[in-house]
């Protein structure tokens, strides 16, 4: 599998072509098993895992690109699938759960992938299912980890929240004692002003003489 950083010739050698096989698939990474739908018909194997084939069933919404370092979410929409894929809507945890949509090329035509490229790949945030009498039509929101940058952190400098990450770390125990404590930087003097007298003194000895 190739990212836009990493192309494969298998993809490049596709871009410039007069003809080109495109087919979308997506992977929800579900807690127990993994749904993987691809926009063709019957099976298809990707990198070792089977996508089933939801054809013009399944839709995604333009996936937007920036110069901004801000995030950009997707929609997918899923419709008249079989039981299993209602099930996992239904049944099992999906929020923050990791969802990928591929770009890939097929070879002459045949269900056999020549290579795929990354499109997005973020976490689940909100699941719609409703429910008509032609069958269930799932709507799954999703965001990339830069909407995080967005949220508040609830992380603070202390020992609690430091025991919290890294149980074992004891680099921020004694946090707390630094809170009222003075600390004088530097070499403290006792003599205050002595440089001046002292030179008051020569200067007033100077005068007697003269």
Known sequence: MATRQGLD??????LGADHQEIFFAIKAEFDTSTIALWSGLED??????DYTGAGSLM???????????????????ISGMDSTVLTYALE??????????FMGYTMGGANESA?????????????????T???ATITLDAENRLVDLSRPSHYRYTKESQNYL???DVGLNRVSLLQDKEIVW????????????GGNDSGNNNRQHR
């Open 166 to 168: 890294f149980p074992n």
């Open 133 to 135: 009498p032609d069958g």
């Open 59 to 77: 839709t995604i919404s333009d996936v937007e690109e920036s110069t901004e370092l801000k995030s950009s979410g997707i929609t997918i929409v």
């Open 115 to 131: 290579g795929t490229l990354t499109l997005f790949k973020g976490r689940m945030t909100t699941l719609a299912i409703n429910d």
């Open 186 to 197: 530097g070499k403290k003097s006792d003599a205050v002003g002595g440089g001046n007298s």
């Open 9 to 14: 010739s298998n993809i490049t050698n596709r």
């Open 92 to 101: 099992e945890h999906y929020q923050n759960r990791p969802i990928t949509v």
């Open 44 to 49: 298809l194997t990707i990198d070792g895992l």
